[in-house]
């Protein structure tokens, strides 16, 4: 194989930015008393609870951790055979699921890492193939291991497909996970650093999305591409102090 030599660009390129480390002095909301808000936005009041398995009951997610690094894949294709809701709540613990609360509930630990453990991300699900689970728009609620129903709808991942550009394939999943951003939650600590430390956070996030799904002879895609105002609009985000940044396809293969 050839190896060609890295092209040199010489031009100033202002997104690149965003990749550096900032050092530029500020000072944080914390370091002005500020309270830092709360660790997981609370859901609507009036929004059903379905509690989910609990981790330390899980059964499934037995594979050993080499084999399932061994064939991650991002796949694309997947069977009409439902997940069950044990599968679920094992991929959203997975991906972003409370190990911890300290402080009074002001501190938390999560199956994930997060700088300053810090954790901006929430996780919304639309659910088109779960066993039990009729198809809509859900949140899972990482304190309480719990999914909030916020809107049945059969369509749901149809039009999840259509906001990411149709990319037709995502209508088939059994669920589309939604993650999204808290920004205020980071910048409270890291101010202007905030936006890289965040999708860094929900690399990781989702990484644990693929082994988790590839854990359970299932599969992930995640997804990057998708119209801000058309997907934050289907999840009920004001695309300011919260909106998607990510998502991620789950289902059998
Ligand atoms: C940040 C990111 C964004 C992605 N966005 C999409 C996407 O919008 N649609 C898609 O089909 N695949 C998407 N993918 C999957 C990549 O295409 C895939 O990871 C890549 O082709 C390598 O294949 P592998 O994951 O099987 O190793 C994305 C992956 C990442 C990490």
Redesign the pocket.
């Known amino acids: 194989m050839s190896n060609p030599k890295q092209p040199q660009t010489d031009h100033q390129n202002p997104s690149r930015e965003f990749l550096k480390a900032r050092s530029e002095p500020f000072v944080s909301d914390q370091q002005k008393g500020i309270p830092s808000g709360p660790v997981e936005t609370p859901p609507p009041d009036d929004a059903e609870r379905i509690a989910l398995p609990a981790p330390d009951a899980f059964s499934c997610g037995q594979m050993p951790l080499r084999e399932v690094i061994g064939q ?3 796949r ?1 294709r997947f069977s009409s055979a439902p997940l069950t809701i044990e599968e679920l709540a094992f991929v959203c613990w997975a991906t972003l699921g409370m190990q911890k609360v300290f402080e009074g509930g002001h501190v938390v630990w999560r199956t994930v890492p997060s700088a300053g453990a810090r954790h901006a991300l929430q996780l919304y699900l639309a659910v088109g193939n779960v066993q039990g689970l009729p198809k809509g728009l859900y949140r899972y609620l990482a304190l309480e291991h719990a999914l909030a129903v916020l809107k049945t709808d059969n369509a749901i991942l149809d039009k999840t497909a259509r906001a ?1 550009f149709d ?1 037709r ?1 995502m209508a088939r999943a059994a669920a589309v996970l939604f993650f999204s951003a808290v920004p205020y939650r980071m910048e409270w600590r890291y101010g202007p650093a905030s936006p890289k430390l965040i999708a860094l956070d929900a ?1 990781h996030a ?1 990484q644990n999305t693929y082994l988790a799904a590839e854990s359970l002879g299932a599969g992930a ?6 119209d801000q105002t058309r997907v934050d609009q289907l999840v009920g985000l004001d695309g300011n102090d919260e909106f998607v940044i ?1 998502l991620a396809t789950v289902g059998r293969v």
Not at 221 to 226: D, F, M, P, S
């Open positions: 991650r894949r991002s694309r990411c990319q394939w690399g989702c895609c995640a997804v990057a591409a998708y990510y």
